[in-house]
């Protein structure tokens, strides 16, 4: 099954629903995922004076800027165009295709309420009375001849109780994941077909086919534990387990084939030959006063030239390149700064073994931890027996080795959930460093206070 790029966002609506905001944040979030783009306002490309004989709405001139806009940011590596305007019939999406050379093309149509619209538009125009009249009226006009122009296929969002963000971050969502419920209006103009469907399997329950995302807590040699999880388009854990060797880890990820997105705890772009790759320090940089920096990867240690995640990915043919829009793309992530993150954490939960760390605390950190993952509202393991009988063991816990046997399987389904959460909550994560020197996905630097280590005073 081809899948098919989304290269063009075409986000249209009546005056007033909020195409260039949106336009703005949705190029915001882009880049932040390390997706090269370029944010277009059509409006923008109009805005000349005296107008051209024969083209008093300026329609020619900006269609021909914006071919040479839309050549520029091509050349230049743009892989995601976001373009604001107003497109009212199909012909004219369909010169919008050309002139933006969009091999596969989303057209998003925008509304919103009449009173939501007036009151965005008097926010805009509040200080000029005859311009806020005519796009008052121009309002619901606009709107009904899009409404009667016999889009097809569109993503139709209505704006009027969504902030922009959300509606953004909705846009995004369905560009990375593109499904045969979001066929874009315009063909590709390779002559393939635009429509792009998510990875699908058959899960271990002998269910019907879904897009799976993975999950890995990859051991650095195969003496020691790796993770292995697999969480379904819904969030639902289908399977998981802990292995060793790479033939073992091969075997498992067989009943998983063709993954959407492999999210890896494990180093796995490593060129710099001493110290910390730059994403290292960035990331400690933004987690570190939580406790959640990052230890040193570089190539003077043999099992780091090359990463043993790197290996994996390259046997699996998976892209280690995380603007990729497409399935197959391999991530590496650190699970103590996106807890840190998403569950809004004060210091990093002390679940791994560590001197001075009793059984007791260990445990307490870990119950904490299931707790609070049972709690976010896009994994789903209440139909997991596996993970029953991991909290059973966590619970019961009397010996290290009783949290070893299942730590590595717990990240790994933490590990799956950012795997998921990359693909179906954009916004939630973003890029550290890049696919040159290495980089990790984990969510935006908190803005939550730390909290103070306990002290230890004497009697």
Known sequence: MSTATLDTALINGSVGTGKTTVAEILGELARRRGIPGAVIDVDALRRSWPPPPGDPFRTALAMQNLRAVAANFRRSGARLLVVAAVVETRAELEQYAVALTARSLLHVHLTAAPDAALSRLRRRHGDDESALRWHARRHPE??????????TDELRIDTTDTPATGVAQEILAT???????????????DGGSPAATAAEIVDSRGGAAHAVFVGIDLAWNDRARTGLAAVDDEGRLVGSTT??????????LRAYPSPDVVAIDAP??????????????????????????????????????????ARLAQRHGWTTDPSTIGRGVCLEVYPHPAMVGLFGLGR???????????????????????DRMEGLSGLDVSDSERW???????????RPMHLEHVED?????????LAWLWRRSPGALEVY?????????APPPPSHPATPRARITGP
């Open 268 to 309: 796995l772009i490593v060129h710099n030959p001493t110290g910390q790759r730059p994403c290292e320090r960035m990331i400690t940089s933004a987690f570190g006063r939580f406790d959640a920096g990052c230890h040193a990867s570089n190539t003077s240690k043999a099992y780091m030239d090359p990463p043993r995640a």
């Open 388 to 398: 029953r009988e991991i909290r059973y063991a966590v619970e019961r816990a009397t």
């Open 409 to 417: 399987e717990v990240d790994a389904i933490f590990c799956a959930h």
């Open 142 to 151: 606009l709107a009904d001849v899009l409404d009667r122009a016999g889009f």
């Open 433 to 441: 460093g890049d696919v040159r020197s290495g980089y990790i996905v």
């Open 348 to 370: 990093i939960l002390p679940y791994k073994g560590k001197r001075g760390r009793t059984v007791t605390n260990r445990g307490a950190a870990m119950v904490e931890l299931l």
């Open 243 to 252: 292995c060793r060797t790479d033939e073992e880890i091969d075997d498992w």
């Open 175 to 189: 560009l990375l994941a593109p499904a045969a419920d979001a066929t874009p209006d315009c063909p590709s103009l």
